[in-house]
T-cell receptor, first 113, second 113 residues
Framework: GDSVTQKQGQVTLSEDDFLFINCTYS??????LLWYVQYLGQGPQLLLK?????NKGISRGFEATYDKGTTSFHLQKASVQESDSAVYFC????????????FGTGTSLLVDP | ETAVFQTPNYHVTQVGNEVSFNCKQT?????MYWYKQDSKKLLKIMFS???????VNETVPRRFSPQSSDKAHLNLRIKSVEPEDSAVYLC????????????FGPGTRLTVL
């Protein structure tokens, strides 16, 4: 079945640092790949989406590029702010299972002011 | 305000008790979901409902049951809670048909003593 791997459990940065969160996936179909962000006390919310049609998603200064060769979908931001502190989830849309979402284990980002 | 609403925010109970959580969405969606988020932030889908029909039912214990009165409401009942049921339960909704963004509520945190 489909799977998503996020190896970084926690990342700590200072403001204006560069952010890179690793995500790899495994699927037998053409993937729709998502990044969700969950702020403290809230539910996850969609940050950006990438499909094989557009290859790259950009939202709120975050960027993710889909790489079929390495089956990766990393999240980047050039300069993080304290307000970016949250948990970031990579997710894969399973088109063979009613478009259900398979989430990665999440990466907790803490940005020190 | 259009969003996904969940009640209660928190619930503490004893092993063996019955609990029920409410979810309402005012987004006009016709598919709703329940997710379980454990203490390690891992997100797992439990149920999804479309037009009062269960369309995805992951392997969850029988003591869990979703209950829907109309397409805007999807409640979750746990018949006899166990310690391992302690988690945050997240409700979400989306349009139906192909991939559609899922909008999450803030969650209900359950603690089983």
């Amino acid at each position: 079945g489909d799977s998503v791997t996020q190896k970084q459990g926690q990342v700590t940065l200072s403001e204006d640092d560069f952010l890179f969160i690793n995500c790899t996936y495994s699927t037998t179909t053409y993937p729709t790949l998502l990044w969700y962000v969950q702020y403290l006390g809230q539910g996850p919310q969609l940050l950006l989406k990438v499909t094989t049609a557009n290859n790259k998603g950009i939202s709120r200064g975050f960027e993710a590029t889909y790489d079929k060769g390495t089956t990766s979908f990393h999240l980047q931001k050039a300069s993080v702010q304290e307000s970016d502190s949250a948990v970031y989830f990579c997710a894969l849309v399973d088109q063979d299972m009613g478009y259900k979402l398979t989430f990665g284990t999440g990466t907790s980002l803490l940005v020190d002011p | 305000e259009t969003a996904v609403f969940q009640t209660p925010n928190y619930h503490v109970t004893q092993v063996g008790n019955e609990v029920s959580f409410n979810c309402k969405q005012t987004l006009g969606h016709d598919t709703m979901y329940w997710y379980k988020q454990d203490s390690k932030k891992l997100l797992k889908i439990m149920f999804s409902y479309n037009n009062k029909q269960l369309i995805v039912n992951e392997t969850v214990p029988r003591r869990f049951s979703p209950q829907s009165s109309d397409k805007a409401h999807l409640n979750l009942r746990i018949k006899s809670v166990e310690p391992e049921d302690s988690a945050v339960y997240l409700c979400a909704s989306s349009r139906t048909g192909g991939y559609a963004e899922q909008f999450f509520g803030p969650g209900t945190r359950l603690t089983v003593l």
